[in-house]
């Protein structure tokens, strides 16, 4: 699965800011490489800079020093338009609230990031969309509306459209942080699945839990990088939700 | 994003808020309709003054000796004795975009009939006079060329004229009248006119042949004016030019030297009138486009909460890979959406308005121009109005938008 290509290179990345007259250093100088293939969770406290690492990591902030490489290409120096052109290209999101657009169905949201892509013609934005929801299991649910459906489906909508640009990285910020345990764990088999289909995936938590079915985990405190381990023994997330004691409703 | 995308993203958004859009329509439709109908009655009352001096003919000449202008001291035209039979013959052999031709005398006095008498004006004309200003004779009939070459003693009267001098309803026609002691027989009674718009009484008037009234009257071989009528109104210009050539060789005016006459159009007259219609219909226009810019402002409002409201979509957008120019452009469609459909109301409503108008008796007229004017000023309000609503969706913060609660 892991390959010698690096996705995300990382080289002493700080971010400060300033509040009032205070500076507030929220990355003290983070250093990593993600290769291919990896299924990352990044792990954290509040206060711990996770966030602003997603930021980076997603392209919608450029560090105040160090220097980042998203699949070779230093963003750093980037436009803010050259920046949306490459979170268009390289990176699909997934946020915690799905923030799927409201009365609009699931095809349409899928779409959505390829609007932004002119080489995409109106047909082929179509298929695209409808190949991704069939990957997330909603082959059957293309035109049910964003608000006719569960929590679990709104996820997946999402993660289908984090997929249909083809990204290098998927980011999900604490994307099963709105669901109930059995989706939650539905959610991780997806991601599983999607890491075995050789994706790159990193995952921003602050559930311990969710390290355990990842490859790899970097703890962060304080802006630095406290460990990062690899995780030798991937629990499966499918076993883990067959366990689950049957909801009785 | 392509244009149709934005312009499918903006429908919706449209369709989602429909009360609240159709609200901030509302304005333009105020806006735009006031404007057609205040239009529209500026432009039918200018009509309908245009209509009164057409009836006085609006291809009517006048040639007054003298210069119009002349630095210094300025003579009295009516002095002046360069309009002369040689003039008027020159004009009838070479005229081509004249068609009638009749020397004007006048003179003022007081014309008596047996007890009674009256103050008027004597107008000494041609047989063509009646063609030139389109006033037929009602009753009895014109005087004839016959009368012109013999200076017989004849005269047609106003409807004034006869009220005053027959009081008793007797039949004017064939009845002897005098004006300064000269005997004229009234052949033909002309038909009423009116007063004028500048409150003259049209029919306090004798016309008699100019011939008459310059050798047995007052005695002079000139003329005060010589009346034209160009062949139509556009013409007009063509033919004061021909006039002025014609008169110029015939006067022997040398290329430096001034005219010694002058060329009135009723056309000018009547740009006279119109630009004080025009003066009002402004003010009521300006008005109305006011109510236009409160619309606008209305628009910006609403646009305002709408992106407030669209953060998190905002947000959403530019993390999946809307630029800033997709943002703004996404606004600015809405907000142009939304003033040209109102627009497009405001047109119909404007248009069904001047027709209530009309039915309440005020003279209207929907100039065509005044609806495209209405179009471009909407696409103007939704784009200077929906801009810096639009500029405001354009710099968010992605990461600030998509946690917006």
């Known amino acids: 699965m892991k390959t010698d290509k690096v996705v995300i290179e990382l080289r002493d990345v700080r971010r400060d800011f300033i509040v009032g007259e205070e500076t507030v250093h929220a990355l003290r100088g983070v250093s990593f490489k993600i290769h291919e293939g990896e299924f990352v969770t990044i792990m954290g406290t509040s206060g711990s800079g996770k966030s602003t690492l997603l930021n980076q990591l997603g392209c919608l902030d450029t560090p105040t020093s160090g220097e980042y490489f998203l699949d070779g290409t230093p963003v750093r120096k980037m436009s803010k338009s050259q920046r949306a052109k490459l979170r268009n290209r390289k990176i699909g999101f997934v946020f915690q609230n799905y923030n799927l657009l409201p009365k609009t169905t699931a095809v349409e949201n899928v779409e959505l990031p390829l609007m932004y892509n002119t080489k995409y013609n109106a047909r082929q934005r179509r298929e695209a969309a409808i190949k991704a929801l069939q990957a997330v299991g909603l082959g059957d649910r293309l035109e049910h509306k964003s608000n006719q459906m569960s929590g679990g489906q709104m996820q997946r909508v999402a993660i289908a459209r984090a997929l249909v640009n083809d990204p290098a990285v998927i980011l999900a910020d604490e994307a099963t942080g709105n669901l109930d345990t059995r989706t939650s764990f539905e959610m991780l088999v997806l991601f599983q699945k999607l890491h075995a289909e050789g994706r790159t995936i990193i995952f921003v938590t602050h559930n311990p839990e969710i390290a355990q079915y990842s490859s790899r985990n970097i703890m962060l405190r304080d802006g630095k990088i406290r460990e990062d381990t690899e995780n030798p023994n991937i629990l499966s997330a499918a076993e883990a939700l067959d366990k689950l004691p049957v909801q009785q409703d | ?405």
């Not at chain 2, 006048?62 to 009516?78: F, L, Q, Y």
């Not at chain 2, 007890?115 to 009602?138: C, H, M, R």
């Not at chain 2, 210009?237 to 060329?263: C, G, P, W, Y």
């Not at chain 2, 000023?377 to 600030?400: H, R, S, W």
């Open chain 2, 1 to 405: 994003m392509s244009i149709l995308n934005l312009f499918k993203v903006a429908l919706r958004a449209i369709a989602a808020n429909k009360f609240r859009s159709f609200l901030s329509m509302l304005g333009i439709i105020i806006g735009v309709a006031a404007v057609i109908i205040m239009m529209a009655i500026g432009q039918g009352s200018k009509e309908s003054v245009r209509q009164n001096i057409q009836q006085m003919g609006t291809n009517v000449l006048t040639i007054r000796p003298g210069a119009e202008r002349r630095g210094g001291v300025r003579r009295d035209p009516s002095e002046m004795q360069t309009l002369k039979p040689a003039d008027f013959e020159a004009i009838m052999k070479e005229k081509k975009f004249v068609t009638y031709v009749s020397p004007e005398v006048t003179a003022s006095g007081q014309a008596i009939y047996g007890a009674n008498n009256t103050t008027t004006s004597l107008y000494g004309e041609s047989v063509e006079y009646f063609d030139i200003k389109q006033w037929p004779v009602v009753r009895g009939e014109e005087f004839t060329d016959e009368d012109i070459r013999k200076s017989a003693k004849v005269c047609v009267v106003g409807k004034t004229i006869v009220d005053e001098l027959f009081p008793d309803g007797t039949d004017p026609v064939g009845k002897m009248i005098r004006f300064k002691s000269i005997p004229f027989r009234i052949v033909g009674v002309l038909k009423p006119k009116g007063y004028n718009n500048w409150g003259m009484d049209q029919d306090n008037v004798i016309v008699a042949p100019y011939t008459t009234v310059m050798k047995r009257l007052l005695a002079q071989t000139f003329y005060s004016n010589i009346v034209c009528s160009a062949i139509t109104e556009e013409m007009s210009q063509d033919a004061i030019d021909e006039l002025t050539q014609i008169l110029r060789t015939s006067h022997k005016l040398k290329d430096d030297q001034e005219n010694d006459f002058t060329i009135r159009s009723q056309q000018e007259m009547m740009e006279t009138m119109t630009s004080t219609m025009d003066t009002i219909t402004i003010i009521l226009v300006v008005a109305a486009a006011f109510s236009l810019l409160v619309a606008g402002i209305g628009i910006m409002n609403i646009m305002l909460v709408s992106v407030t409201e669209r953060t998190k979509e905002i947000g959403l957008r530019m993390s999946v890979g809307a630029r800033g120019l997709d943002i703004s452009n996404q606004f600015l469609i809405e907000s142009i959406m939304i003033s040209i459909t109102g627009g497009i109301i405001g047109v119909i409503v404007g248009w069904l308005g001047t027709y209530v108008c009309t039915a309440f008796g005020l003279p209207t007229s929907i100039p065509l121009w005044s609806i495209v004017v209405s179009f471009l000023v909407c696409t103007l309000i939704g784009v200077g109005f929906g801009y810096f609503p639009a500029q405001k969706a354009a710099n968010m913060d992605p990461i600030e938008a998509i946690r917006y609660e």
